[in-house]
């Protein structure tokens, strides 16, 4: 009987010690917390009053061939985004990569009809485990990323797709407060037999 005593106050103790710092964690994340096409973004605008973009993006396809546009049907269709920095301060650059695709950046892809190739499926996605990676770029310097984008879509029919990146910049707001989304340059590649 005294061991209960003493175990229900020392219990709510504890309680209480774990869920006061958690929720006072929980108002700081939900006053911090912003969403941006369903992406949780975490963590205070650093320069709210910019009112320019504090990188350009720019975005070029990678193979081996002559001709750095045209890709096989099947093949892989490697892209290299370069994002600069047109600040005076370091910016953020982080993202994570899954199934070697930069998750940071979102990929707008059509063929001639203006429909979106169809999606690849990973049958055991659970297997390849999400890269995160931190790092930033300095004042004028460019930070490059390259993505393979037939991780994501099946470039299997030939013909012409067009190609844009986009990445919200979260050192600049839009008029509605909302940060604001840098796109880059469409590129146009072509799917031979």
Known sequence: MMKSQFVLPILSLLVALV???????????????????GVEIVGPIKHPGATK???????RAETH??????????????????????????IDRSG???????ASFFYD????DGKQPEKVVHL???LDTAKPFWSGVLPGEPGLTKTDLS???????????????SRP???????????????????TITITG
């Open 19 to 37: 869920l006061v710092p958690f929720s006072q964690a929980q108002e700081t994340r939900s006053s911090n917390l912003q969403v941006e096409n």
């Open 96 to 102: 994570m990569f899954y199934h070697g695709v930069d």
């Open 53 to 59: 973009p504090s990188f350009t993006l720019t975005v």
């Open 169 to 187: 910049d979260n050192d600049c707001l839009d008029a509605n407060g909302k940060p604001a989304v840098v796109k880059s340059n469409i590129i």
């Open 151 to 165: 991780q994501l879509y099946k470039f299997d029919r030939p013909g012409k797709y067009f190609i844009q990146v």
């Open 65 to 90: 061939d002559t001709d750095p546009s045209e890709f096989r049907a099947g093949s892989r269709v490697r892209i290299t985004v370069t994002m600069t920095n047109t600040t005076d301060h370091e």
């Open 109 to 112: 892809v059509k063929d001639e």
């Open 124 to 126: 055991h996605p659970e």
